[in-house]
């Protein structure tokens, strides 16, 4: 697992220590509402407090006795005369089969990157997120080119990979990286994607840190020093991001999905692989390539050549044709 940068660690600690703050806040309130509650409390708060019906009586009712069969001990569960399971073990086992695939769709989606917010190597995030890529170009993805020293990049991480986003849109990919090596160390793909779709390029010095919308191997959406996600100066250590206003920039970029990709179009290959392959056919096709036969060994011109000073059955060796001379 990647290490985290400063300001994500930091972030993290205090959203732990500001849980932790609540649940003794809410602990006391409860132990408070126990003792101040004695006999004068409504029936709904107490039985609330004891984990019963908040409405009506606290008394068990008798809603549930339509189940009540589901626990009997006579239900018969072997197989009927003819040889044939019960019409309902029937859809029990169906429907055990469709969660137990709903399970591995689920899994194989978030090991491709759907529905979780990753930490990923400046050098793959573009191509993970489909930019220059002619084939496995995911349909939605988010980029945030994170500064390691800045609280908005770090709230704004806790944010992605928190059960209000990626957990809930399960068809996108949630990347990050660090923006200053992404922009130095990419400049001709960064150049090429995020011109168009901001009007120029992105500065290392002034435009980090970065969120980036991309569908279909395309950016549709970029926001330099996530400007109007977050609450306050973006270099301020108390700065704090708007969840609502990064949700709704996100849906007006078209890049939240719900549903993961069908099974059937989930790419069993990934990107840095299919990197790895394209380098491979690269070097194929050079090895099959054909090469002018001037006789020299260890010789890998592919146009006619002579060489000066080398004599054999393919070339005279000399600079100027024998002739030649004797025309002179």
């Given at each position: 697992?990647?290490?985290?940068?400063?300001?994500?660690?930091?972030?993290?600690?205090?959203?732990?220590?500001?849980?932790?703050?609540?649940l003794?806040?809410?602990?006391?309130?409860?132990?408070?509402?126990?003792?101040?509650g004695?006999?004068?409390?409504?029936?709904e708060?107490?039985?609330?407090?004891?984990?019963?019906?908040i409405?009506?009586?606290?008394?068990?009712d008798?809603?549930?006795?339509?189940?009540?069969?589901?626990?009997?001990?006579?239900?018969?569960m072997?197989?009927?005369?003819?040889?044939?399971?019960?019409?309902f073990?029937?859809?029990?086992?169906?429907?055990?089969?469709q969660?137990?695939?709903?399970?591995?769709?689920?899994?194989?989606?978030?090991?491709?990157?759907?529905?979780?917010?990753?930490?990923m190597?400046?050098a793959?995030?573009?191509?993970?997120?489909?930019l220059?890529?002619q084939?496995?170009?995911?349909?939605?993805?988010?980029i945030?080119?994170?500064?390691?020293?800045?609280?908005?990049?770090?709230?704004?991480?806790?944010?992605?990979?928190?059960?209000?986003?990626?957990?809930?849109?399960?068809?996108?990919?949630?990347?990050?990286a660090?923006?200053?090596?992404?922009?130095?160390?990419n400049?001709?793909?960064?150049?090429?994607?995020?011109?168009?779709?901001?009007?120029?390029?992105?500065?290392?010095?002034?435009?980090?840190?970065?969120?980036?919308?991309?569908?279909?191997?395309?950016?549709?959406?970029?926001?330099?020093?996530?400007?109007?996600?977050?609450?306050?100066?973006?270099?301020?250590?108390?700065?704090?991001v708007?969840?609502s206003?990064?949700?709704?920039?996100?849906?007006?970029?078209?890049?939240?999905?719900?549903?993961?990709?069908?099974?059937?179009?989930?790419?069993?290959?990934?990107?840095?692989?299919?990197?790895?392959?394209?380098?491979?056919?690269?070097?194929?096709?050079?090895?099959?390539?054909?090469?002018?036969?001037c006789?020299?060994?260890?010789?890998h011109?592919?146009?006619?050549?002579?060489?000066v000073?080398?004599?054999?059955?393919?070339?005279?060796g000399?600079?100027?044709?024998?002739?030649?001379?004797?025309?002179?």
């Amino acid at each position: 697992m990647a290490a985290e940068y400063n300001a994500l660690i930091l972030a993290r600690e205090k959203s732990e220590a500001e849980s932790a703050a609540a649940l003794v806040s809410a602990a006391g309130g409860y132990a408070a509402l126990r003792r101040g509650g004695g006999g004068g409390a409504d029936d709904e708060t107490e039985c609330a407090v004891a984990g019963k019906s908040i409405v009506g009586d606290c008394d068990d009712d008798d809603s549930s006795d339509e189940f009540d069969y589901l626990l009997d001990d006579d239900v018969d569960m072997e197989e009927d005369g003819g040889g044939e399971l019960p019409s309902f073990r029937i859809y029990e086992e169906e429907r055990r089969l469709q969660l137990e695939f709903m399970a591995l769709h689920m899994e194989l989606a978030r090991q491709h990157g759907y529905g979780v917010h990753r930490q990923m190597h400046f050098a793959r995030v573009l191509y993970a997120a489909g930019l220059g890529m002619q084939s496995f170009k995911p349909y939605a993805a988010v980029i945030h080119l994170y500064d390691p020293e800045s609280m908005a990049s770090g709230r704004l991480d806790l944010l992605l990979e928190g059960e209000r986003i990626s957990d809930v849109y399960r068809g996108t990919k949630f990347m990050r990286a660090s923006g200053r090596s992404v922009l130095m160390l990419n400049k001709e793909l960064v150049s090429k994607s995020l011109r168009i779709s901001l009007g120029r390029e992105i500065k290392v010095d002034s435009d980090l840190p970065c969120l980036i919308a991309v569908r279909n191997g395309e950016v549709v959406a970029v926001c330099p020093r996530l400007n109007g996600l977050v609450y306050g100066d973006v270099e301020r250590s108390d700065v704090r991001v708007d969840g609502s206003a990064v949700e709704h920039w996100l849906d007006r970029a078209g890049v939240l999905v719900r549903n993961a990709p069908p099974y059937d179009e989930l790419c069993r290959i990934r990107p840095e692989e299919d990197a790895l392959y394209s380098t491979k056919m690269v070097v194929d096709q050079q090895d099959t390539e054909e090469f002018y036969d001037c006789g020299v060994s260890g010789c890998h011109k592919t146009f006619s050549h002579k060489h000066v000073g080398v004599s054999n059955e393919h070339q005279d060796g000399l600079m100027i044709a024998e002739e030649d001379i004797h025309g002179f």
